[in-house]
């Protein structure tokens, strides 16, 4: 069989499906269901406070003239957009007046800012008009556009009204006549992507293929020559050659994307830039976009992800360096980033059912997202390292303040990375207490999901069907577990001979109450770094289930990097209900090194004196809620 033949072949046997909605799936667990709850009653409101108080909206208000306060972002329009969209998922489950009020008076402040030709943006409006689409690689104006298009899709979705969405549209039309390989538009693309995959959730929302076309078009464009970076700077006056990053490697314009073989530059970037390349697969059917996405995926997932699913170790570029380079104390790790691994994950899963990138999905969610969002849910994580020396803190706010509202609309649409569905299936990705009314073929299925998910491993499955309804449930074997149990209707049924892809399907006329019961082992485990990994060399992590632990310094005795793990020790775990909202501790036996005999030398060679301690480990997620301290994800053996 030649190469071609297999990628067809391997196309045609892949499983496609399609999220079940956000609004479809009540999530009721004792992990998800409260952080949800304060996403509602606290951080949504905490991001808007923000957003008045830097000026968000005033600032754009007057004709805005140099020296005048406050100073205006280039893209704080995406923090309204992104927040319009968490507030809308919230909306669509919760309804709230005022926070209902506070959507339209924000929709209604974008309206009157919209030119007549159907041009919104904040910045290249109020402060530097006579400065619109000269520099596409640095100034973000489509990557608003996306933003923005993005939100009016939610509220559309959320609430039926068209009020965002008629805004959108008329932009997104305009930018449709600006943009494009036809005599006397623009051959320019986005410095920052976004749009792309923004245009194509638009489509999904419209049916209207201009948006799927012009998608395709800021994709393929992409670093073609002549490079329109170097044209655009030429136009302004300027050297390309002083691009600021130096490389066009930092906004994946070097080469065109299927020219390009790692992931490269800025991290946000990519994974934005790779979604809409894994959704282009899925609406054009084209396994070569999918091609395209496994090279990256191979590059990121074997050499260049954090144990947390960070990505991009480095501040200088806000992304990526060289392979096995994932230093833990100055990682960068930008919450968007792990976020963005997440919609990326997401989006392949939709193209293929595989759990490498459920895998991923969930790697990134429970440890690298998560961490982003203090437990009382106002304040945030920038960066996302691995190691701390006691200074590193969430944020209530930043200057630059892209992860807040990022993180919200993620956890508030958190329903839709649940379950998937197409013509046949049913596919279970996450495992969370919930209820989620699907359509398959033409059955309405209630699937209830009960388990203790991500503290315990067993899930119950139950079905509600008005009339037996024939379909294959498809439930993922995660990748951490290495032992899984499996009966259904209290018999037996054995896992490995239908496994597919890492996912065991289950076919078979199902009928109300038929239920499924799932047992995952989650023993704690000691996960060892790939060798080339220099900062993790002679050390482990801890894992149980989808959680990466660290240990921080107010659960243990010793300055952290002093502790060695015991290696015949037995990880023990318990459930803490009065600990971080209640979390599963790991506690083992371990050594101290002794500094009390050391003396004035800095070097000898007789070894420290040790003394047995315990050392305490809790979820990763949660640190930084306590006093503060050191933190470390990697423990020295
Ligand atoms: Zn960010």
């Known amino acids: 069989m030649n190469q071609l033949s297999q990628t067809e072949t391997s196309w045609q046997e892949r499983r496609s499906s399609s999220p079940i909605a956000y609004q479809a799936v009540t999530i009721e667990d004792q992990f998800w269901a409260p952080r949800l709850q304060t996403l509602r009653e606290k951080t949504l409101q905490h991001i808007y406070k923000q957003m008045e108080l830097d000026g968000h909206f005033t600032a754009y208000k007057q004709d805005w003239q140099p020296g005048m306060r406050p100073i205006p972002y280039l893209f704080w329009e995406s ?15 919760h309804p709230d007046p005022a926070l209902n009020a506070l959507v339209d008076e924000a ?4 309206a009157s800012l919209q030119q007549p030709d159907g041009y919104l943006n904040l910045w290249f409006t109020q402060v530097e008009p006579h400065k619109r689409w000269t520099n596409l690689r640095d100034w973000h104006e489509l990557y608003c556009a996306g933003h923005l298009i993005e939100g009016a899709v939610a509220h559309f979705q959320a609430t039926g009204k068209r009020t965002l969405l008629d805004i959108a549209c008329r932009y997104a039309n305009y930018i449709d006549t600006v943009f494009g390989r036809e005599d006397g538009k623009q051959r320019g693309y986005c410095g920052h992507p976004e749009i792309e995959l923004a245009l194509i959730k638009l489509y999904r929302a419209t049916d209207d293929t201009r948006y799927l076309n012009l998608a395709r078009y800021f994709v393929e464009e992409r670093g073609q020559q002549p490079h329109y970076f170097d044209s655009e700077a030429r136009a302004r006056g300027e050297d390309p050659a002083d ?104 989006r392949l899963l939709q193209v293929d059912t595989d759990r490498r990138y459920a895998d991923m999905l969930e790697r990134a969610l429970y440890n690298g997202v998560l961490s982003g969002l203090s437990l009382d849910g106002e304040a945030f994580f920038y960066e996302n390292p691995l190691e701390s020396r006691g ?35 049913i596919m279970v990705h996450l495992y969370m207490q919930s209820t989620g009314a699907i359509t398959v073929g033409a059955q309405q299925i209630t699937l209830r999901q009960q388990t203790a998910y991500p503290w315990d491993g067993t899930i119950q499955l139950t079905i509600e069907t008005e009339q037996p309804a024939t379909f294959g449930l498809n439930l993922r074997i995660p990748g951490w577990c290495n032992t899984a149990h499996l ?54 992590a801890l894992q149980r289930g989808p959680l990466i632990y660290c240990l921080e310094s107010v659960d243990n005795a010793a300055p952290l990097h002093r502790i060695r793990l ?24 371990a050594t101290t090194l002794e500094t009390t005999d050391w003396g004035d ?37």
């Open 79 to 93: 923090d309204i957009s992104k927040w319009l969209e968490a507030a809308s998922y919230s909306l669509a489950r």
């Open 391 to 425: 200074r590193h803190h969430r944020q209530p706010w930043f200057n630059c303040a892209c992860c807040p509202p990022n993180i919200a609309r993620l956890l508030a649409s958190l329903g839709q990375y649940v379950y998937s569905t197409n013509t046949t299936e």
């Open 487 to 540: 009966t259904v209707n209290g018999e037996e049924f054995p896992i490995e001979p239908h496994l597919h892809k890492g996912y065991v399907r289950i076919e078979r006329a199902w009928q109300t109450g038929d239920n499924v019961l799932l047992t995952l082992d989650m023993p704690v485990l000691q996960v060892q770094a790939h060798p080339d990994i220099r900062d993790d060399s002679g050390c482990v």
């Open 601 to 637: 030398e800095l070097y000898r060679t007789t070894p420290a004196t040790s003394h047995p301690t315990r050392l305490v480990a809790i979820p990763y997620y949660a640190w930084d809620n306590r006093q503060a301290g050191e933190m470390h994800v990697w423990v020295r053996l």
């Open 566 to 589: 015991a290696e015949t020790t037995t990880l023990e775990n318990h459930f803490d209900p009065t600990l971080l909202g209640g979390i599963v501790v790991i506690q083992a036996d």
């Open 107 to 110: 929709i209604a402040f974008l």
């Open 243 to 346: 691009f600021w990053a130096r490389s066009y490697e930092y906004n994946q314009s070097l080469v065109p994307i299927r020219d390009q073989h790692e992931v490269v530059g800025h991290a946000v970037r990519a994974m934005y830039l790779y979604s809409a390349v894994a959704d282009l697969s899925r609406e054009l059917d084209d396994a070569s976009w999918l091609a395209v996405c496994e090279r990256f995926w191979q590059n990121l997932s074997s050499k260049r992800t954090y144990i947390t699913g960070g990505i991009g170790p480095s501040a200088d570029n806000e992304g990526f360096t060289a392979d096995y380079d994932l230093p833990n104390n100055t990682a960068y790790a930008e919450t968007c980033a792990a976020i963005g691994l997440a919609l990326w994950s997401h």
